[in-house]
């Protein structure tokens, strides 16, 4: 029971830095991305593509954040052109195409299978230590994530993204090069998902594209919206609340002895409704975005 | 400072700006006047960044920036407001001064994550500066509320505080009494001649012809896409022209006015 | 395959049919409502599956159950958009995208959980089939095409009747069209009508010549999407030409032998098919950010 509840908080500090991420472009500069599994994908695959080459980890995780890289340039000059939604419907069909390629694509990618055998941190050690090791660094990963998002959003440039989600006009007309700035968040957050990608294939020990359903997108979304989009604390909360939910789901489904596969399926209905249910009644989450007051 | 050099623009076939040419001098008002429709927001537009001229050049400073982006001309001392400025409701009135100043260390993402100091410094100034600023327009106790929650005068007058935080070199005024109580304009006036003082070039896109007598020394005047007049605000109605193509029409613009205000 | 451009040609038609009939109602409802109905695609999953539980409830011929399933599913779309999308809507379209997508999620989910993701057949006749320019199609098939084709002509003749041009000025100014006492409420509501039977016929379409597995509907997200973006969000009949345009690449990747202009046997592995598709769409993002067939979106 006690391993249980380290695997579900490893899960949710996991899935929180993707949240962070996805708060900052979403709640943060307002682009709504529907596609943050690309990132987080990338960062999977990275850890999966150097163990297949039997790379350090290392390598892996560079990889990843290059390439998370490239795709955030992409991403960044496509919101000069598109407006809003439109941008996420965009970010949703690139998400899935590089999926459904990896999917379809078995020598390289590994296809259907996936790549298995990527190395466990702390394999030496008793399961519960490495859990905990696990654990701590994980947390260690989130806390870093989190200060990063929170003083960015208080600097200028946090101003400058904060002011063209809501009046992107009025942001150009001060200065802020709309693109640069967007292009910049997807960057940093790109990465984030994916060095989250990265920890995530290592410590499932596999790497393949069933995490980038939109199944798993929504799940991200929800952890943002429950906890307070914009708020990068309640998104943190959010992650933690969604993954106990998401991980509870189980018993749920043996009490109610369902199939493995009705149990899956309980468990997106279970985190839809929670979806559902925040943006129909209190849409701004448990810990809404706050104004800031600057002392100085 | 600013020269308009034939410029010109259309819309789907319609012409909006047919060529357009004047120049402004450091420290210099001009106001651009014309009815309704003449291309006076488009020009400002162009001039601002915000559209592309499909004829002519803009030369600022003695340096061609003709289509350049909004940002760059705000980065080479351009500063605009807009008739009907929207504020952002999830930031205060101060914060949308500050997002004005320049911040150069803390507007670069890595430096305000790793040079913690020197954005520090930045703020502090740039907060004593824009208190003095809400300060001077009256907004000053208002400056911890939502930007959004501000009356559409109020807006105004926090849209030309936060491009004047930047001390630009040339200010572009996009009809800045509209909607603009007495008492403010009062000290939009005073706000204006003190930046001019200071060698800020200002154009005024405007209807009110009293406040254009007021801030600015010369006018051009704008119809149909073209000018068919240039002269002192005091002569405006001299020129036959001018009160046959404008004057007519600005009465009936001010009886849709008092209707929307 | 033989690898000549008429075979490509017949299975690009053939597979377009249900990528174009999901696609124009995608782009339909979003002109008509701003904002992007991920759940649409579930209406097609929906289509097939009353299909199937109205025949082999009432073993009412197949035809007769898909105008049932139609009927139902553009009932669905409209009460979907009158209770929860025109609210969510009201707040902010992110919202509402963000409210479309749990819901495409949710009913996916809800479809699995009811029927499982064991694939069902219709039990058909098996038919003798035909061969048209070098493609073995089965007289299914090319009933299935006609009555696509037609059901696209109608929607295309619709939108040249009164109530299209209403449909028209709502999709190209809901705020003009509102104010010159058009009921946008009613003529989106039919709007959604619409798009909700075409999906359905899709998801018939689809259940018929693959048989009825939830899970196949999720093949046609990422192409008909694609289909949607590269005929232009914006424009009512755009997705027509993008579903052809995007089958016929994808056919074209796997179909042509890029080897017989130099003598040799190159043909590309499957794998290529959605890695096509994937660069028709990033180009045609980056290039005409607003879809081969329509008018430039506005940037900023």
């Not at chain 2, 600023?133 to 936060?162: M, T, Y």
């Not at chain 3, 174009?20 to 995608?26: D, E, H, K, T, Y």
């Not at chain 3, 040799?264 to 180009?283: I, K, N």
Request: aromatic share 6%; hydrophobic share 50%; charged share 15%.
């Amino acid at each position: 029971m006690f391993n249980y509840i380290l695997d579900l908080l490893v899960l949710a500090s996991i899935f929180a830095v993707v949240a962070v991420g996805l708060n900052l472009q979403a709640g943060v500069s307002g682009l709504p991305n529907f596609g943050i599994v690309l990132f987080f994908g990338i960062g999977a695959y990275g850890a999966g593509l150097a163990t297949k080459a039997s790379l350090p980890w290392t390598v892996g995780l560079l990889g990843a954040v290059l390439v998370a890289t490239a795709a955030a340039l992409l991403l960044g000059r496509l919101s000069g052109s598109l407006p809003g939604t439109y941008w996420g419907i965009a970010t949703l069909a690139i998400a899935e195409a590089v999926r459904v390629i990896l999917f379809n694509q078995d020598s390289v990618f590994g296809g259907a299978q996936g790549i298995g055998g990527v190395s466990l941190p702390f394999a030496s050690l008793p399961e519960r230590t490495r859990l905990i090791l696990c654990l701590l660094v994980m947390i260690a990963i989130l806390a870093v994530c989190l200060a990063i998002s929170q003083r960015l959003i208080g600097t200028q440039f946090g101003r400058a993204l904060r002011l063209q989600r809501e009046q992107p006009e009025l942001a150009a007309s001060l200065g802020h090069d709309l693109i640069g700035v967007r292009t910049a968040i997807l960057i940093i957050s790109g990465a984030m998902a994916a060095a989250a990608g990265v920890f995530y294939a290592h410590y499932i020990a596999y790497t393949g594209t069933s995490e980038l359903e939109m199944a798993t997108t929504i799940t991200v979304w929800t952890m943002v919206v429950v906890g307070g989009i914009g708020n990068s604390y309640g998104v943190v909360l959010g992650a933690l609340l969604i993954q106990t939910l998401y991980s509870t789901s189980r018993f749920l489904g043996e009490a109610l002895n369902l199939s493995a596969d009705r149990t899956a399926s309980l468990r997106i209905m279970l985190i839809g409704f929670a979806l559902f249910g925040f943006l129909m009644l209190k849409n701004d989450g448990l810990l809404p975005e706050r104004l800031r007051k600057i002392r100085a | 400072m600013l020269e308009v050099e034939s410029v010109g623009k259309d819309y789907a076939g319609v012409v909006a700006v047919a060529e357009v040419s004047f120049g402004v001098e450091p420290a210099e008002s001009v106001g651009v006047v014309g009815p309704n429709g003449s291309g006076k927001t488009t020009l400002l537009n162009i001039i601002s960044g915000f559209a592309r001229p499909d004829r002519g050049r803009i030369v600022l400073g003695g340096r061609e920036v003709t289509g350049r982006p909004a940002w760059t001309l705000s980065g080479l001392g351009v500063a605009r407001t807009f008739q009907l400025p929207q504020m952002p409701a999830r930031m205060s009135v101060l914060e949308v001064v500050l997002a004005g100043a320049r911040q150069p260390v803390s507007a670069s993402p890595l430096g305000g994550l790793v040079r913690l100091r020197r954005s520090r410094a930045e703020l502090a100034g740039a907060v004593e500066r824009a208190d003095g600023l809400l300060e001077r327009v009256g907004l000053r106790r208002l400056r911890d509320d939502p930007a959004a929650s501000l009356s559409g005068g109020q807006q105004k007058l926090l849209n030309l505080v936060a491009a004047l935080i930047g001390d630009p070199r040339l200010l572009l005024l996009d009809e800045p009494t509209a909607g603009v109580s007495p008492p403010l304009r009062k000290v939009l006036v005073g706000v204006l001649e003190e930046v001019r003082a200071k060698g800020t070039a200002i154009v005024t896109v405007e209807h009110d012809m009293a406040f254009v007598s007021e801030v600015c020394e010369r006018v051009v005047v704008l119809d149909g896409g073209s000018v068919i007049a240039r002269c002192a605000p005091s002569e405006l109605h001299l020129d036959e022209q001018v009160v046959e193509a404008y004057l007519g029409k600005r009465r009936a613009d001010r009886g849709t006015r008092s209707e929307v205000g | 395959m033989g690898g000549a451009l008429p075979t490509v040609l017949v299975n690009t038609v053939i597979a377009a049919m249900p990528l174009a009939l999901i696609a124009v109602g995608f782009n339909l409802t979003y002109s008509l409502s701003g904002a992007f109905n991920v759940a649409h695609i579930e209406f097609a999953t929906f289509g097939g599956v009353i299909t199937y539980w109205v025949w082999s409830a009432t073993h009412a011929p197949i035809y007769l159950a898909a105008i049932v399933a139609m009927l139902a599913v553009g009932g669905l779309a409209v009460l979907m958009r009158r209770t929860i999308i025109a609210r969510l809507l009201k707040i902010d379209p992110v919202i509402a995208m963000i409210g479309t997508f749990a819901l495409a999620t949710t009913l996916e989910a809800f479809v699995r959980f009811c029927e499982g993701s064991s694939p069902r057949s219709f039990e058909l006749p098996l038919e003798i089939g035909t061969e048209v320019l070098g493609v073995r199609v089965s007289p299914l098939q090319i009933r299935l095409v006609v009555i696509a084709a037609i059901a696209l002509s109608l929607y295309l003749v619709m939108l040249w009747t009164p109530f299209g041009r209403r449909i028209r000025a709502v999709a190209s100014n809901p705020e003009l069209a509102e104010a010159s006492g058009l009921r946008t409420g009613r003529i989106a509501d039919g709007g959604w009508f619409v798009a909700g039977a075409l999906a359905a016929l899709a998801g018939v379409i689809i259940a018929l010549t693959g048989g009825l597995d939830v899970t196949i509907v999720g093949n046609y997200l990422l192409p008909a999407f694609a289909a949607a973006i590269v005929g232009g969000l914006t424009s009512l009949t755009g997705a027509i030409g993008g579903a052809l345009f995007v089958t016929f690449v994808e056919q074209a990747a796997i179909g042509f032998n890029f080897g017989s202009p130099f003598g040799t046997s190159v043909q590309l592995p499957v794998s290529l098919e959605s890695a096509a598709v994937f660069l028709v769409l990033v180009l045609v993002l980056v290039v005409r950010p607003g879809g081969l067939f329509s008018r430039r979106v506005r940037s900023v």
